[in-house]
């Protein structure tokens, strides 16, 4: 197992570098010349020139991502010109609040996902079934900023049971209650999507697994529906389901950039939306960064979880 | 007669259906239909917008700011720089939708393209292009339309580039995987000898059987694109005023969510019914395009099969039961509109140690019997329809759910013919073994360990205290079965109900498992069921056989008298079946035709068609099984070795 997943963390080194080459190329390419873009339109061409110059990007394109990647290695990913503070600082900081927020989605729609999907193939046609099927439908459907929008009215405005934004109370508060508080409906918001996919994927997984021969030995040896169910079928759907756990990661944490907009949560999505509309390209460029190789990481995790459940895969 | 006057009608009434669950469909399809409507009538609306009779979506009125829903002249009332809202909504439907098609287009093109040509070329060509997809896929799908969008700057048509270009891997994978298979069938080869250039094949040949995945993708991820450019735009990255698509509606809405809630709900609710519209019509359009994926053609089955049986119509034991005393059992499946008599009246008993023998083609009904026992036949869309199952005088068919199971590996053990799909693959062998002793008995720790591996040497595995911790897919077949035997064992069964056990072994380990199934019956004195189509098999362990074909048993007695001396046509062809080694003349080519299938039975004897010494009185009536004796008896009008039956024809 040890070997299993040194081997895999092995495997994961190219796809890292392959996001650093993404990353850089997206921003090298960006159209416009940056020196102009920071000087302004009126700057002198010795200027422009000077800084080019300053910022290395008179050298090819090969040798600035060499300068850039060694800088990385050193934890050098600039300097963000509107905040006046090092990329990776801000990012950092930005980014342990998302996975606050995302952690937290993604253990609910885990849980919630996994939860109706199993019921919903127990019962299958059942009331529980349709109710759940057509809850998933409309789940999947509904725009998350929208639904972020209605629960701040309902259940901040309305009931004023949760703060409307934010991740603390400005004054007194900085607990976990707090944070709880404050987590509860941006958290409950992100997971709404993931947890009807995985639901879905659930349902079908589960029904897949219950038609096969072992699952019938399982009764022919006399074991309760209980743990056919429980047991023997759901552990055989979970190979299926983790790696679409996985996957919704991804939706999760990209999901982010929308209800953190929405509850003003000082996560890294929020600092990627002002980001853009600032220009702040190397903001940008540091935080997508960091966002695509947690992502990378976490699909990795999955992997390893998968292949602890399925012997085979070993 | 009977039979096919009772079948005919019900078909001819339920021929429309023709596929499971018809119910689950209707609901899907209704769904799909509801879509459809809300579809159109919203993409209706939006084309129609310029002669309708609206305002100008732009013209602000900043007396008539922010108007309540329902108010005179504005419908949905007015936003903030008081445009009316119904206007803008239909407007920006128009934008919202344009986008969202246009970014599935683009990325459907593209990623078909991309898909096609790595599935055709394969190679090199292939491990590039994927490897590209495989990078793009890295990132979280929102965040690399975020960065594209940093790139090329705010505005709708980036958002729409950002959205189509994140949504070709989807595309390429899909599409790339059946292209693939699709290259190495037989037409591509023709078209290739043929001479025609490779664009030819890929997009006269290839492209229209792929066609239905890039359909189906498309309408899969529609939605997703409407709803991810919506939330580009909500961000301030999309649409940039005046121009107004719904997430940017949306976006300027929420900046007076509290004072004039109306003006983000609205278009929400617009995004959320175009959305929702949209993916039903598209799990209906997946439904109808990908039949695997079908809802109803996964159901589940239940824990036990169904049981519907007149009460008053239950047969009584017999006089001399046995351990296993089956009274005309019948099963039936029901799949679409027709109803499939596996079992059509079958009478079967066994005595202490005894082994019975059941014999017959694929499809003759022998497991279905064997499942029927103890309800392991699925349901849906199996069921048992008449008949009675005495376990030493305990009618199984009418106990309780709990009692049944109590009985499953208790009482009756069974043995099933794959031993690779009937063990559990992420459970070790001892985890299995321990869990079917505990079923049953108080066990617990060492104690249970210990009699899982006394069951294991029984088997004769050699190493058993190391194998406890092998999983099936570390065994060897012969290894694999031995261990299902084990797990029958456990729980000192009574009746042993063995599923063509060694019909997936090689030959060699088949008479290994024939021996220790023997040595196991004599040891312990349980009563075994087999099932087989081998009559070598038979031979080699049955006391008695019987014959079963289309559901019923057409010839039985004990193994001997049965083999030398088969009376009935189809027992005799089923014999001359087996190879007998030093006589190559013999000839062991199966039966011509093709057993009848068995939701439109014929009149008389089931067998008629592929009779060599069929009559016309053979085709009609009913034909009974005749028993010479308690053990010896042919369902046959004219049966070999023996004068006709005395046929009364009416």
């Known amino acids: 197992m040890g070997a299993y997943i040194a081997k895999r963390l092995l495997a994961a080194i190219?796809?890292?570098?392959?996001?650093?080459?993404?990353?850089?190329?997206?921003?090298?390419?960006?159209?416009?010349?940056?020196?102009?873009?920071?000087?302004?339109?009126?700057?002198t061409p010795e200027n422009v020139a000077k800084l080019n110059k300053d910022l290395g990007l008179d050298?090819?394109?090969?040798?600035?991502?060499?300068?850039?990647?060694?800088?990385?290695?050193?934890?050098?990913l600039g300097r963000s010109y509107t905040l006046n503070r090092p990329v990776l600082d801000e990012v950092l900081e930005r980014f342990s609040a998302t996975l606050i927020l995302a952690g937290t989605a993604l253990i609910l729609c885990s849980i919630l996902g996994l939860l109706a999907g199993v019921v919903s193939a127990v019962r299958q046609y059942g009331l529980a079934d349709k109710a759940i099927t057509l809850l998933v439908l409309i789940g999947i459907s509904t725009p998350s900023f929208w639904l972020g929008l209605l629960?701040?009215?309902?259940?901040?405005?309305?009931?004023?049971?949760?703060?409307?934004?934010?991740?603390?109370?400005?004054?007194?508060?900085?607990?976990?209650?707090?944070?709880?508080?404050?987590l509860a409906l941006p958290a409950f918001t992100l997971s709404v999507v993931a947890t009807g996919v995985i639901a879905r994927l659930t349902r079908t997984a589960m029904l897949e697994v219950l038609r096969q021969d072992y699952i019938r030995t399982a009764r022919a040896k006399g074991l309760s529906e209980r743990k056919v169910i429980y047991k023997h079928a759901f552990k055989s759907a979970l190979v299926s389901i983790v790696p679409v756990i996985g996957i919704q990661a991804g939706f999760v944490i990209g999901g982010a950039v929308y209800i953190e907009t929405v509850f003003q949560w000082p996560g890294i999505g929020s600092m990627l939306v002002k980001a853009i509309s600032t220009r702040d390209l190397l903001l940008v460029q540091?935080?997508?960064?960091?966002?695509?190789?947690?992502?990378?990481?976490?699909?990795?995790?999955?992997?390893?979880?998968?292949?602890m459940l399925d012997p085979r895969l070993r | 007669m009977t039979d096919a006057t009772m079948t005919a009608p019900a078909q001819a009434k339920k021929k429309p259906a023709g596929r499971p669950s018809t119910v689950a469909l209707l609901f899907n399809n209704t769904l799909a239909t509801v879509g459809l409507v809300i579809v159109a009538l919203i993409c209706l609306t939006a084309l129609a917008a310029p002669f309708l009779p609206l305002p100008d979506p732009d013209v602000t009125a900043p007396a008539n700011r922010l108007m309540p829903v329902f108010s005179d002249d504005h419908l949905l009332g007015t936003d903030h720089l008081g445009r009316d809202l119904l206007s803008r909504l239909i407007w920006g439907t128009r934008v919202s939708l344009a986008v969202g098609l246009s970014a599935t287009v683009i990325a459907a093109f593209f990623g078909s393209l991309l898909g096609l040509v790595a599935g055709y070329a394969g190679g090199r060509v292939d491990t590039l292009i994927m490897r590209g997809i495989d990078m793009v896929m890295a990132f979280p799908y929102i965040l690399l339309?975020?960065?594209?969008?940093?790139?090329?700057?705010?505005?709708?048509?980036?958002?729409?580039?950002?959205?189509?270009?994140?949504?070709?891997?989807?595309?390429?994978?899909?599409?790339?995987?059946?292209?693939?298979?699709?290259?190495?069938?037989?037409?591509?080869?023709?078209?290739?000898?043929?001479?025609?250039s490779p664009p030819q094949i890929l997009f006269i040949e290839i492209l229209p059987n792929v066609l239905p995945v890039i359909v189906i993708t498309m309408s899969t991820t529609v939605g997703w694109m409407v709803l991810e450019t919506a939330g580009l735009s909500f961000l301030g990255l999309g649409a940039q005023p005046p121009q107004a698509d719904l997430g940017s509606m949306l976006g300027e809405g929420r900046k007076i969510l509290f004072t004039a809630p109306h003006v983000s709900i609205i278009p929400g609710l617009m995004i959320f019914a175009l959305v929702m519209s949209i993916n039903l019509l598209g799990d209906g359009i997946r439904d109808i395009l990908d039949p695997r994926l079908r809802a109803g053609s996964l159901s589940r089955p239940v824990a036990r099969t169904k049981v519907i049986r007149d009460p008053k119509d239950i047969p009584p034991p017999s006089i001399e039961p046995g351990v296993l005393d089956i009274r005309d059992m019948r099963t039936e499946f029901q799949i679409g509109g027709s109803v499939y008599k596996a079992v059509?009246?079958?009478?079967?008993?066994?005595?202490?140690?005894?082994?019975?023998?059941?014999?017959?083609?694929?499809?003759?009904?022998?497991?279905?019997?064997?499942?029927?026992?103890?309800?392991?036949?699925?349901?849906?869309?199996?069921?048992?329809?008449?008949?009675?199952?005495?376990?030493?005088?305990?009618?199984?068919?009418?106990a309780s759910d709990k009692r049944v199971r109590d009985l499953r590996g208790g009482s009756v053990?069974?043995?099933?013919?794959?031993?690779?799909?009937?063990?559990?693959?992420?459970?070790?062998?001892?985890?299995?073994?321990?869990?079917?002793?505990?079923?049953?008995?108080?066990?617990?720790?060492?104690?249970?360990?210990?009699?899982?591996?006394?069951?294991?040497?029984?088997?004769?595995?050699?190493?058993?205290?190391?194998?406890?911790?092998?999983?099936?897919?570390?065994?060897?077949?012969?290894?694999?079965?031995?261990?299902?035997?084990?797990?029958?064992?456990?729980?000192?069964?009574?009746?042993?109900?063995?599923?063509?056990?060694?019909?997936?072994?090689?030959?060699?380990?088949?008479?290994?498992?024939?021996?220790?199934?023997?040595?196991?019956?004599?040891?312990?004195?349980?009563?075994?069921?087999?099932?087989?189509?081998?009559?070598?098999?038979?031979?080699?362990?049955?006391?008695?056989?019987?014959?079963?074909?289309?559901?019923?048993?057409?010839?039985?007695?004990?193994?001997?008298?049965?083999?030398?001396?088969?009376?009935?046509?189809?027992?005799a062809k089923l014999i001359d079946c087996v190879p007998v080694l030093g006589q190559p003349e013999r000839r062991t080519d199966a039966i011509e035709g093709r057993p009848p299938v068995v939701n439109n039975l014929p009149d008389g004897c089931a067998f008629a068609d592929r009779c060599p010494r069929v009559q016309a009185v053979c085709r009609t009536g009913q034909i009974d099984l005749e028993m010479a004796n308690e053990t010896r008896g042919v369902r046959c009008l004219f049966p070999m070795n023996m004068e006709p039956r005395d046929v009364k024809t009416s």
Request: aromatic content about 8%; proline content about 5%; overall charge neutral.
């Open chain 1, 14 to 43: 190219p796809v890292l570098f392959g996001l650093t080459i993404i990353v850089f190329l997206i921003m090298a390419l960006i159209p416009g010349d940056p020196a102009t873009a920071i000087l302004g339109s009126y700057a």
């Open chain 1, 59 to 76: 050298k090819t394109l090969f040798e600035q991502y060499v300068i850039w990647i060694g800088n990385l290695f050193q934890g050098d």
């Open chain 1, 151 to 182: 629960l701040i009215l309902i259940f901040a405005v309305n009931l004023r049971l949760f703060p409307a934004s934010g991740m603390y109370a400005i004054y007194g508060g900085g607990d976990l209650k707090d944070l709880l508080q404050h």
């Open chain 1, 286 to 307: 540091g935080g997508v960064l960091v966002v695509a190789s947690a992502y990378v990481l976490f699909n990795l995790a999955a992997d390893v979880v998968q292949t």
């Open chain 2, 145 to 196: 339309a975020l960065a594209i969008v940093a790139v090329l700057g705010p505005g709708l048509l980036n958002a729409l580039y950002a959205i189509a270009l994140v949504n070709i891997p989807f595309f390429a994978r899909n599409i790339r995987g059946i292209t693939l298979g699709l290259s190495r069938r037989e037409f591509v080869d023709a078209a290739k000898l043929a001479g025609k």
């Open chain 2, 344 to 398: 059509g009246g079958v009478d079967l008993h066994l005595k202490k140690g005894e082994c019975l023998g059941i014999i017959g083609e694929s499809g003759s009904g022998k497991s279905v019997t064997a499942m029927s026992v103890m309800g392991l036949v699925p349901t849906p869309p199996g069921r048992i329809v008449g008949g009675a199952a005495y376990l030493n005088g305990e009618d199984l068919f009418g």
């Open chain 2, 413 to 571: 053990a069974y043995v099933f013919q794959d031993p690779l799909s009937t063990l559990h693959p992420l459970f070790t062998v001892g985890d299995q073994l321990l869990e079917a002793i505990q079923a049953h008995q108080p066990l617990r720790g060492p104690k249970a360990k210990e009699k899982a591996i006394e069951l294991l040497s029984l088997v004769r595995i050699p190493n058993a205290p190391e194998r406890l911790a092998a999983y099936p897919h570390e065994l060897s077949g012969g290894m694999r079965q031995r261990v299902c035997i084990a797990m029958a064992l456990a729980n000192d069964a009574k009746v042993l109900i063995a599923d063509e056990p060694t019909t997936a072994l090689d030959v060699t380990v088949q008479s290994q498992i024939l021996t220790l199934m023997n040595g196991l019956r004599r040891e312990r004195n349980a009563a075994i069921l087999f099932i087989t189509h081998d009559f070598g098999v038979v031979s080699a362990i049955c006391d008695r056989v019987a014959v079963m074909y289309a559901g019923r048993i057409v010839e039985t007695g004990t193994t001997a008298e049965l083999m030398e001396n088969p009376q009935h046509p189809y027992t």
